[in-house]
Nanobody
Framework: QLVESGGGSVQAGGSLELSCVGSTYLTERYCMAWFRETPGKEREVVAYVPSVGEGRSWVSDSLRGRFAISLIKDKYTLNLKMNSVKPEDTAMYYC??????????????????WGLGTQVTVSP
């Protein structure tokens, strides 16, 4: 029910934009988020945004300033703009969603619907 796109290979210092499209699963109030995962590490939150109160969107402290999250509410489309990417940004990026809430969480367990992921590879 969530479909990510936009992943690929990019050189360090470049930019990439990921998109995720939701579906009728999502109601008027919902949260959408980006997570990323590398082999041997736990899936970690990158950013989230609620459908109500976009001012309460959040980007991981370590990524703020380089990554930006945005939501097109009426199209259930979540975007992640990645600037000045680094090799350590290499990961599988997953889109996640939860509905009937405007309080977004930072943990995997806070989201009940997931996409299959899109790979981002940053070369030195």
């Amino acid at each position: 029910q969530l479909v990510e796109s936009g992943g690929g290979s990019v050189q360090a210092g470049g930019s990439l934009e990921l998109s995720c499209v939701g579906s009728t699963y999502l109601t008027e109030r919902y949260c959408m988020a980006w997570f990323r995962e590398t082999p041997g590490k736990e899936r970690e939150v990158v950013a989230y945004v609620p459908s109500v109160g976009e001012g309460r969107s959040w980007v991981s402290d370590s990524l703020r300033g380089r990554f930006a999250i945005s939501l097109i509410k009426d199209k259930y489309t979540l975007n992640l703009k990645m600037n000045s990417v680094k090799p350590e940004d290499t990961a599988m990026y997953y889109c996640a969603a939860d509905r009937d809430t405007s309080v977004c969480g930072r943990r995997v367990r806070h989201y009940v619907v997931w996409g299959l992921g899109t790979q981002v590879t940053v070369s030195p």
